[in-house]
């Protein structure tokens, strides 16, 4: 059984009918693109800009979900960075994007690499590094820095504002959840085996019994120990590492506005991991959380067939983020 970051990264999508979502009525308003690089070794990317702009602009660095993503996180027929970078940049807000480090350099790790990979070394330090990129730029408010985070990129984000204080100005946390991404592995197979044949159920059952089983040995083992274990046939240590952050404590003691922003439609991060998880807990003033009932994972309604609604074949129906998302993250940006 094939676990749901499996499925989204690696599955392959197949053609089919499709319409077309909405796009912004505001798509006359003029916008530059600009190529950059960051980090060391670099990774190429791109800084949207408007080209009417009244310096110094607001800005945002743009965090991938699970994956070796592109600027754009491709996914599909679908490009949900690239419409986030090309919506605000209409709004006065200039954003960075940016290949992701597996993404380039992923054939080269090892073994031994992978082993050892945390979401510091994938995507946590790309993202300081592209918000210092930002404050070196005259055009940009260093006082206006945000970042956004999409799934994976939203449950790491607060580890990074938390860990950089002073360098972001909020975060915007898009389909996110406050549960690990172990936690949410094991969800996404739950619900896979739930919508089995009664015929396979049981055998599913079975395989949900030891998939729970290996979690909770791995979360006992210590740092070394976790390095040499697998789990949802990837490197456990990878997720042991990641379940050492509590999101919810970090968000209660983190002294920045924080929007949350979830869809109704999410079949990877279904609404008792994501919007009802976040409502449970006992949140500051500071974070806003707002509900898209009828939007999929990536902040899209796709005009999808039945037969492929809730699955991944609906991201190979051409769609955009939509309008409302978009404003929703201008209003608090621009608050």
Known sequence: MKNWLIMLLCALLFPVSCGLCETSAETQNAILEEDVFIGDPALP????????????????????????????????????????????????????????????????????????????????????????????????????????????????APRIAWENSGLFSGIILLSGTPKTLGEIVLSQNQALVDALPASQRLIGRLQMRILRDQWDKLMALSAEEAKGVQIFDQPGYYFWEAAQYDTASILQNLSLPVLILNGGADFQIINADGIDAWQSLNLPDSVRIHYFPFFNHLLMQPDAPKEIHGTVQEYNIPCHVSPDVLSEITKFIQQ
């Open 45 to 156: 990317g791109a800084l949207t800009l408007p080209q009417d702009d009244s310096s110094p602009l607001p800005a945002v660095v743009l965090l991938h979900g699970s994956g070796p993503n592109d600027r754009d996180e491709t996914i599909g027929q679908t490009k949900m960075f690239q419409d986030l970078a090309e919506g605000l940049a209409r709004q006065g807000i200039a954003v960075l994007r940016y290949d992701k480090r597996t993404f380039v350099y992923g054939s080269t790790y090892t073994k031994e690499d992978l082993n050892t990979l945390t979401v510091r070394e994938e995507a946590m330090n790309d993202a300081v590094t592209a918000a210092e990129y930002l404050r070196s730029d005259p055009r940009i408010d260093p006082d206006r820095i945000y970042l956004i985070g999409h799934s994976m990129g939203a449950m790491i």
